[in-house]
């Protein structure tokens, strides 16, 4: 899994759970850029971690959220 691959002092490990924090207290703030996914991962959502990385996720029926995968963006879509 990409998240676990990163250096343990790699910035971009702090701004993964800086972005997670951030969805959980609102997983619409407009800095996250949450969005509806169509095509194959129809379904599924994505927010952006910074310009080339992104998690997607599926809401589901009992409110919580199902990380699906976190990666670069042509990796994960």
Known sequence: MFYKNCPPLNRLKDKIAERLGAFAD???HPSLRTHKLSGKLEGLWSFIVEY??????RFLENGDVLLI????HDEVY
């Open 69 to 72: 995968d976190i990666g670069k």
């Open 26 to 28: 609102d997983p619409f």
């Open 52 to 57: 080339d990385c992104r998690i997607v996720f």
